[in-house]
């Protein structure tokens, strides 16, 4: 069975936020919820990176080990889920994530914060596949569709990888092993080959 992991490139991100917009007009998620954002380091400085985040569906989830009530599980495919029906929106898997994958709709008094929503890698929820209950309230199915999450799929650079993590894996290797030595060194010389030394040059 594959296990579905997210990979992003931060050599080739170049924030355009297509996979930001993809997910939310695939799954019409409402206003002030981000799935997926973009994130970019030393913005406006040499050696800016951008990469897209979202959950990451960890093998050991954080999420799942705070939840009182246990509205997460894992699937065959190693995709991280929640039920939104036992969620009561404690926020405590907001606080143990990592990556700031769980987004509340609502902010109130007394701590309201409404059901938690999060990325589902495209893969619905628990109610039946493909049905209007759950592309209510997770979005579309697509794995069940037979295809990747559309973030991915939509991805201009091919920054954004999802799938089988033995399959990116090796896709993200080869990129790597034909980069050299990666793109803060990468310049003229190594472009082009560095001039050679003449015997007897003065040095």
């Given at each position: 069975?594959?296990?579905?992991?997210?990979?992003?490139?931060?050599?080739?991100?170049i924030?355009?936020?297509?996979?930001?917009?993809?997910?939310?007009?695939?799954?019409?998620?409402?206003?002030?919820?981000?799935?997926?954002?973009?994130?970019?380091?030393?913005?406006?400085e040499?050696?800016?990176?951008?990469?897209?985040?979202a959950?990451?569906?960890?093998?050991?989830?954080?999420?799942?080990?705070?939840?009182?009530?246990?509205?997460?599980?894992?699937?065959?495919?190693?995709?991280?889920?929640?039920?939104?029906?036992?969620?009561?929106?404690?926020?405590?898997?907001?606080?143990?994530?990592?990556?700031g994958?769980?987004?509340?709709?609502?902010?109130?008094?007394?701590?309201?914060?409404?059901?938690?929503?999060?990325?589902?890698?495209?893969?619905?929820?628990?109610?039946?596949?493909?049905?209007?209950?759950?592309?209510?309230?997770?979005?579309?199915?697509?794995?069940?569709?037979?295809?990747?999450?559309?973030?991915?799929?939509?991805?201009?650079?091919?920054?954004?990888?999802?799938?089988?993590?033995?399959?990116?894996?090796?896709?993200?290797?080869?990129?790597?092993?034909?980069?050299?030595?990666?793109?803060?060194?990468?310049?003229?010389?190594?472009?082009?080959?560095?001039?050679?030394?003449?015997?007897?040059?003065?040095?």
């Amino acid at each position: 069975m594959a296990r579905m992991k997210f990979l992003s490139d931060a050599e080739r991100c170049i924030e355009c936020n297509g996979c930001v917009t993809a997910c939310k007009n695939e799954h019409e998620i409402p206003w002030g919820i981000n799935r997926r954002r973009v994130v970019t380091i030393n913005d406006g400085e040499p050696g800016e990176k951008s990469i897209s985040v979202a959950c990451m569906h960890c093998s050991d989830a954080p999420c799942m080990a705070v939840c009182p009530v246990n509205c997460f599980y894992k699937t065959d495919e190693g995709v991280v889920l929640h039920d939104k029906d036992l969620c009561i929106g404690c926020g405590y898997c907001f606080y143990a994530c990592p990556f700031g994958a769980p987004q509340f709709p609502q902010e109130g008094q007394f701590g309201q914060r409404g059901k938690m929503d999060k990325c589902t890698f495209c893969s619905g929820g628990p109610e039946e596949n493909n049905s209007e209950a759950e592309f209510e309230k997770y979005g579309r199915n697509r794995l069940a569709e037979g295809k990747l999450p559309l973030c991915a799929e939509m991805c201009s650079t091919k920054a954004l990888l999802a799938g089988d993590a033995d399959v990116i894996s090796d896709i993200f290797r080869n990129r790597v092993l034909i980069r050299g030595k990666g793109a803060e060194l990468w310049g003229w010389n190594s472009a082009y080959g560095k001039p050679e030394k003449k015997e007897g040059a003065a040095s």
